[in-house]
Structures are given as structure tokens and as C-alpha cells.
């Protein structure tokens, strides 16, 4: 397997600190509103991956976490008149209902910002004892003249960075580069004692802190969205590697920018949308799809047409498995022929091809790909007469696939009473030989999408895809 490593930007081989075992985080929400669409395509991109990986062999240890004090919380807070715990509560919970209606795994640890506080102040302290960081009227600042390697993440030397976005301007510090690791206590605001007087922690400190915490001082994978590079990974880099002296991470992945129609998502264009208003136009397991059809280093851009794409896609995988859902339920017990032995062999090659691209660098587009050539396959293979354990066998090696990118969870498609009453309606029109309103009524059911397919085992039907 080849990962694409943002730190070195080349693909490598993935190796990991303990054989078998993969120690991975992805940085997580701050949670002061819901999450937007641009911030649903690295939480599901790396919980695919997750899956993956454990999909290959491995046992993953995937840590998630909330910054639940940060600036933009407290400003809710007083704009909502509570207190900072409420509103970061409220939308973590929300976090896991948006995120549970994507199909994305929980972590196996989501620490909290609030949580951590004894061990942040320690990770400082380290940090000042070792001359990389030192304290100013309560306030504590990283030293990035006193790391070398900074920079190495966003391949820019020291002396060309410039102070920009989510860095600090004060005058008191001794670099305009220099980072917050603690902040000093301002009136109504959520604070903790520690050595240099109340206060609370920087942002970049936290993911320094709860990753090393729970996973140790040299983690496997460490993940999230393109804009984190610079400078919060490179923060994040230059503080615990000059805590522990050793390296931090062996693999960094960054997943492209999402673009609306063609522009960058902005409140001021109006085009900003959150995860949960997307969620209420089309189904969530469309969202993944569509996420995932993309090369995960790729832009991609939304569109109301190209989740629609997507919606017909998915839905004709969904067809290749209700067929055979159908086909199984319809088939007579009989023994395996010689003839689908062979075709098994042909089907199962669609794993290997699989594991091939998804082996290169997590390539869910050609994975996807793969797939649909697979999906064709068995629509050429599955006809009248197969045995049941070769259906059977044909789903699963289809739902084997598609299990891992977390597609086709939907259960059994349902039809509402209406239709179930036409689709009964018709067949009993054609009993009767009334021709017209048997046709009437399925091209009705076509109108809503509904697509009635006569076989010699009952009335088969699929939506439109």
C-alpha cells in the first residue's frame, strides 16, 4: 500500500510504528455551529479509510477530537447569553446525529479540549523547560526560532512566512511567527488555574496533546482537510517534536477544497451550506457517494446536478443488488455448475483490481470504477436458471466491496401502500386481460420512478438510476 505523504510529497509505502496495527487521527469539529459541507468531506473521506484499512488487515485505533473552547464558541455564547458548555454540548450532539445519518463510525476516542487541561498545561511546561517556549504576563508563546524545521510541512522557510490566518498578532511576543500555547484569562471567559495565572489553552496545542495522549509520541496517520496545513499542522509538528525530539507523525494526509458551483463556499456569495441542509434534500447515503467518487487530494466541486448524478449511480448498484436479492429468493436449490465456477472466478478478480487501486493511495474514483465494471459483470452473469449458491456467492463478493466504502446500507427497498395497491392493481388487470389499465398503471409507477420488469418469477421492479 502507498499512502501520498504531504510531507514529503510523494507517494510511500506505508509502514507502521507496530506490525498490524495503525495508530491514525483526524482532526475533528470546533463546535460552535453545525458542520458545513466542506468539513463532512474529511470526516468521511478518513472514516473510509478507516475501513479500509481494517478491510486489509489492520487494527485501527482512530481518534476524533472536539475543540470545544475556541474563540467562535465563546462569541455564541455571549451572543446566546450561556454558557460556553452549552453551546459546545449542543453541537457535538449534533455533530453525531449529522455524522451518524453519513454512516460515519464513531472514533474510538473522541477526547474534548475541556478534558485535557491538566495534560495541556504539562505539554507546556515541558515546552518552556526546554527553551522553546516561554511566558509573557500569562500568556505563553512556542518559540518557532527555536525549531529549525519549521516550516517543513508547508515547504516554507521562516524568514518568508508571514503572520496570516489563525496566528496571533501581538506585540508582546517576540516573533510575529511565534503561536499561543496558552492564552491568558479575559473576563467572562471559560478558564483554568495553571502556573503562569488562569487561562486557557492555544488552539494548536490541543491536537498536539490529546493525540500523543492516546495514541503515543509517534502516530501512524495524521489527517484533515487541506486548509489545516499551514498553520496548524505545522504548529502542531514544531511543538511536539521539540517536546519529545522525536518525529510525530509518519504520514500526513490532506484531503482538496470543495467548491460550489464552480466557486469557493462563502457566506458572502450566499452558497455556504451546511451538512445538515444538504441532508435534508437528498439522502445521506448520496452525500458519501458523491464524496467519494472523487480522488480524496482531489477539488471537487457540488452541485445540485452532480449529486443527482451521483443519486442515479448509487441507485444502479442498488438494482445490481436487489436483482439479486430477487434472483435468490426465486432460485430452486441445484448444485453449482462448472459454468459458474468459472464466472465466480471472473467476479472475485474484481477484488483483486480493487484492492489494486485502493492500494494506491486510497483511490476510492477507481475503486468506484472497478465496482460498476463489476456491477456489469454480474448483470451479464445472472440470469434465469442460476443456482442459489451462486447468487449468493455473487453478492457477497459484490457487498464485500461496497461494505467498504460504506454504500448500499439501505435495507430492502420498501414500497409505500399506494404502490404496493397499483403494482397489486395491475397484475390483476392483466389477469382480467384488461391490457389498457395495466398499462395505465405502469406508466404511472414509471412517472414516479418506478420501473416494473415482468419475469417468469413475479414482477420485478428498480427506480430509475
Known sequence: MKIYNSLTRQKEIFKTVEPGKVKMYVCGPTVYNYFHIGNARPFLVFDAFRHYLMFRGYEVTFVQNFTDVDDKIIKK???????????????????????????????????????????????????????????????????????????????????????????????????????????KAKPGEPSWESPWGEGRPGWHIECSVMSTTILGETIDIHAGGQDLIFPHHENEIAQSEAKTGKTYVNYWMHNGYINIDNQKMSKSLNNFFTTREILDEFEPEVVRFFMLQAHYRSPINFSRELMEAASNGLERLYNVKENLLFSIAHAQPSVQTVEENEMLKTISGYKERFIEVMDDDFNTADGIAVIFEMAREINIDVTPGRSKAFLEAVLDSFLELTEVLGILKRENKSLDTEIEMLIAERQQARKDKDFKRADEIRDQLKADGIVLEDTPQGVKWHRKG
Open 77 to 183: 455564547a455571549n451572543e446566546e447569553h450561556v454558557h460556553s458548555t452549552a453551546i459546545s454540548e449542543k453541537y457535538i450532539d449534533a455533530y453525531f446525529e449529522d455524522a451518524d445519518r453519513l454512516g460515519i463510525t464513531r472514533a474510538d476516542y473522541h477526547p474534548k479540549v475541556t478534558e485535557t487541561i491538566p495534560a495541556i498545561i504539562d505539554f507546556v511546561q515541558t515546552l518552556i523547560n526546554k527553551g522553546n517556549a516561554y511566558e509573557i504576563d500569562g500568556n505563553v508563546y512556542f518559540a518557532v526560532d527555536s525549531f529549525s524545521q519549521y516550516g517543513q510541512l508547508s515547504k516554507q522557510a521562516i524568514d518568508d512566512l508571514e503572520a496570516g490566518a489563525r496566528i496571533d498578532i501581538s506585540e508582546e511576543k517576540r516573533n510575529p511567527l511565534d503561536f499561543a500555547l496558552w492564552k
